[in-house]
């Protein structure tokens, strides 16, 4: 059987199609003239055959690699891991191979880096995490070697080249909203790293939320972190030993809120009784933490597949030029609800 499958080729497909080999082809290489009727006879013989592509041969018929680079230096874990098997799925789909490298250190650093990676990978693109994605040394040596590449969640030089994002700041103003309708006015926030965007649009929707419903949050409630355990149970250690210690804090991603979780049992307090506790991302460590964290839940998987086909689309090329309408590409996130947060007054008769 796994000779067989082996052996299987193009021309199987396109007999099984009852199509020609160029049909199957463009179909593969999904070229938006074929029909529907058409793509969906030749997906369903790919399928039923179990035929992949053969790599090495389809960058001999054309100029493009079928590799697509993801260069990342994001300290949270989750927020990586769940990018990469979007990313994964979406290639394996595709017939598109991921390359990935991390890239840390100084400036002159990342750009070796880069250009090292470019070099060695020929990729018909690249992916840029956050912070990455705004690092000016990085962005020229891309535009440089004339490497089409795509930003997640970009804060700066936002026609640099087309991103994907989410709305953060809503989505941080939404779950403030959240916890002030749960009663919550004493409510601590944990700001995520300094050097990325979101950390910053995050922390204005918490502060519009409590402004616009005339809350006034003190200084010693807001404490900075780094989107790492560590840093959020040390801001949690330092929030909740206050003499007036919140009733609810919002922690700027999940990693950082199950520190709080952990640092409210350290203390002798229970979550959500004596203190809510507010996330977002929501990776894995969300939903299997407990109490589950009420959290937001990014759309990081479909972000990368958003990614992924921006590349393979082949709009990034250089000599093309990109409407305004082809820079932003906003995902939806969503509220999801969960233990970690209660109440004031339900707190109050437990």
């Known amino acids: 059987m796994r000779s067989e499958q082996k052996n299987i080729t193009i021309q ?5 199609a009852g199509v020609s080999k160029m049909t199957v082809s463009r179909v593969l290489n999904q070229d938006v003239k074929v029909s529907d009727k058409t793509r969906a006879k030749v997906m369903d013989a790919v399928q039923a055959l179990n035929y992949r592509p053969n790599i090495s ?5 054309g100029s493009k690699s079928y590799f697509i680079g993801l260069l990342y230096d994001n300290p949270s874990q989750g927020y990586v891991s769940q990018f990469l098997l979007g990313a994964l799925k979406r290639c394996r789909a595709t017939g598109y191979h991921l390359v990935i490298d991390q890239c840390q250190g100084s400036s002159q650093d990342k750009v070796r880096m880069t250009r090292d990676f470019v070099a060695s990978t020929r990729v018909d693109g690249v992916i840029l995490l ?20 795509v930003r997640i969640a970009p804060n700066a030089d936002l026609e640099a080249s087309p991103y994907v ?6 989505a941080a103003y939404d779950m403030t909203q959240e916890l002030i309708q749960a009663g919550h006015r004493d409510i601590g926030f944990i700001i995520g790293h300094p050097n990325h965007g979101t950390s910053r649009l995050r922390y204005q929707g918490f502060l519009d939320a409590m402004r616009s419903n005339r809350i006034n949050c003190p200084p010693e409630h807001i404490e900075q972190g780094y989107f790492t355990y560590k840093s959020g149970l040390q801001a949690a250690s330092k929030l909740l030993g206050l003499v007036n210690r919140p009733t609810a804090i919002f922690a700027s991603n999940d990693d950082m809120a199950a520190a709080v979780t952990s640092a409210a049992h350290i203390h002798g307090l229970g979550v959500p009784e004596d203190v809510s506790v507010a996330g977002f991302d929501d990776v894995e460590i969300a939903s299997s933490l407990w109490p589950p964290l009420t959290t937001i839940r990014q759309p990081i998987a479909e972000m990368a597949e958003c990614a992924i086909e921006l590349i393979r689309s082949g709009k990034l090329t250089s000599d093309r030029t990109l409407r ?24 109050c008769k437990s």
Do not use: N, W
Not at 130 to 149: A, M, N, R, W, Y
């Open 324 to 347: 305004r309408s082809d820079y932003r590409h906003l995902i939806d996130f969503e509220l999801v609800r969960r233990e970690s947060v209660q109440a004031i007054g339900d707190a």
């Open 57 to 61: 041969a389809r960058q001999l018929a």
């Open 165 to 170: 994002c989410m709305d953060d700041y809503q």
């Open 12 to 16: 199987h497909v396109a007999d099984r």
């Open 130 to 149: 956050p912070p990455l994605c705004d690092v000016p040394e990085i962005l020229g040596t891309l535009k440089q070697s004339g490497t089409p590449f």
